[in-house]
């Protein structure tokens, strides 16, 4: 079942900061975030294990709740690079690691000057 | 060093005709995946494989067949095609190195435009 995320959509103004959500049904193991230009393939921004890390670089950063089975991604001053499709993937509980990985429908982000 | 790479770039089937999308990586990566990209369904999972002769189905497998003889290369084989196969397939591939921290970040392909007419 793929997790969901929110919003959708969201158009901001350069400088604004945007938070998306990710939310699974099922335990999670890690939570990974991609994200993706128009036309070409999706690029890997940062993982996160349960824990309840935060990462971060730059003005990007991301959290993991294990216990509510949620991830946010927070940018930060956004630059007109940042705009494109976030997917969060998820991953639950199997031994091996992340080759099982289940993405999200994405969030489409529009940074307008 | 190339990463993964896809082959064609586009393709254009008929209605019941069957093609073999390929999938190549020179990482010595032990996990490859593919993903079928449609418009508002964000990347779905059809096969995966953690290594050399195993693999297994993800969440939209029927239609499609994989193997894995080689640790390179993930072919994924169309049966026969329907105009539902009309998508941007993405292959990926990561490396285990096991111990704790196992996870690692996917490395995706270019992609494949199909159609189906």
């Known amino acids: 079942q793929q997790p969901v995320q929110s919003p959708q959509a969201v158009i901001l103004r350069e400088g604004e900061d945007a938070v998306i959500n990710c939310s699974s049904s099922?335990?999670?193991?890690?939570v990974h975030w991609y994200r993706q230009k128009h036309g070409e393939a999706p690029v890997f921004l940062m993982i996160l294990l349960k824990g309840g890390e935060q990462k971060g670089h730059d003005k990007i950063s991301a959290s993991f709740n294990e216990k509510k089975q949620q991830s946010s991604l927070y940018l930060t001053a956004s630059q007109l690079s940042y705009s494109g499709t976030y997917f969060c993937?998820?991953?639950?509980?199997?031994?091996?690691?992340?080759?099982?990985?289940?993405f999200g429908t994405g969030t489409r982000l529009t940074i307008i000057p | 060093n190339a990463g993964v790479t896809q082959t064609p770039k586009f393709q254009v089937l008929k209605t019941g005709q069957s093609m073999t999308l390929q999938c190549a990586q020179d990482?010595?990566?032990?996990?490859m995946s593919w993903y079928r990209q449609d418009p508002g369904m964000g990347l779905r999972l059809i096969h995966y494989s953690v290594g050399a002769g195993i693999t297994d189905q993800g969440e939209v497998p029927n239609g499609y067949n994989v193997s894995r003889s080689t640790t390179e290369d993930f072919p994924l084989r169309l049966l026969s095609a329907a105009p539902s196969q009309t998508s941007v397939y993405f292959c990926?591939?990561?490396?285990?190195?096991?111990?704790?921290?196992?996870?690692?970040?996917?490395?995706f392909g270019q992609g494949t435009r199909l159609t189906v007419v």
């Open positions: 990926a591939s990561s490396y285990s190195p096991g111990g704790v921290d196992m996870n690692t970040e996917a490395f």
């Open positions: 990482m010595n990566h032990e996990y």
């Open positions: 099922k335990a999670l193991y890690s």
């Open positions: 993937g998820t991953e639950s509980g199997t031994l091996f690691g992340n080759e099982k990985l289940t």
